[in-house]
């Protein structure tokens, strides 16, 4: 059956260094690979998407890998801040299935301290 | 304003009753979807719908029902609740298919079955 991994354990980091979240998939081909954050009491928010053909993703403090023949994706944030505790979803979708299928992972929490 | 509003935000009813999640957006997107996020696990895809006219059973459709009233429009019936129907329910909404169309989501609704 399809697997999506997250860590389970929260990340607790201290500000300013480089924060590391990992997803891993079995029995799955995902086309896309999207990350999300969620604060407690919301909905997640869309961050990156990076394709099955491309290895690597950056937005501003975010980078993003993907590597489909260990099928993992790692999730940096560089220079963390307080404000990026959060949860962080993962989330696939393959090339056949319909925009908005998507399949996630259960998250990991986040957790940067002063 | 949120651009996709959910309401309840919060619900308590009993075992049997039935119960409705609401949702409108304001993006003027054609995309809607109903997830359900329980602790420790992704959230998973119940409907999904393309259009006023197209809706699709998700993944764990069985007990739940929907109804696109209109393109900004889409409810979610629980229509005999049980106690593991516990959990946060999302709406969200894309502009269409594909990697350059974001996933909005709402801000949940908390729905408990005693």
């Known amino acids: 059956s399809q697997k999506i991994e997250q860590n389970s354990e929260a990340l607790n980091i201290q500000e300013g260094k480089t924060a590391t979240l990992t997803c891993n998939y079995t029995?799955?081909?995902?086309?896309?690979l999207q990350w999300y954050r969620q604060d407690p009491g919301r909905g997640p928010v869309f961050l990156l998407l990076?394709?099955?053909?491309?290895k690597e993703k950056r937005k501003e403090r975010l980078k993003v890998t993907f590597d489909t023949t260990l099928k993992q994706s790692l999730f940096h944030i560089t220079a963390s801040q307080p404000a990026d505790s959060a949860t962080y979803l993962c989330?696939?979708?393959?090339?056949?299935?319909?925009?908005?299928?998507?399949?996630f992972g259960a998250g990991t929490q986040v957790v940067v301290t002063p | 304003d949120a651009d996709v509003t959910q309401t309840p935000r919060n619900r308590i009813t009993k075992t049997g009753k039935r119960i409705m999640l609401e949702c409108s957006q304001t993006?003027?997107?054609?995309?809607m979807y109903w997830y359900r996020q329980d602790p420790g696990l992704g959230l998973r895809l119940i409907y999904y719908?393309?259009?006023?006219?197209?809706?699709n059973k998700g993944e764990i459709s069985d007990g739940y029902s929907v109804s696109r009233q209109a393109q900004a429009k889409f409810s979610l019936s629980l229509e005999s609740a049980i106690p593991n129907q516990t959990a946060l329910y999302f709406c969200?909404?894309?502009?269409?298919?594909?990697?350059?169309?974001?996933?909005?989501f709402g801000e949940g609704s908390w729905l408990t079955v005693v």
């Open positions: 990076i394709r099955e053909n491309e």
């Open positions: 029995n799955y081909s995902p086309a896309y």
């Open positions: 993006k003027g997107h054609d995309r």
């Open positions: 989330a696939l979708v393959r090339e056949t299935d319909s925009w908005g299928k998507l399949q």
């Open positions: 719908s393309f259009d006023v006219k197209d809706i």
């Open positions: 969200a909404t894309s502009d269409g298919g594909g990697p350059g169309n974001t996933i909005y």
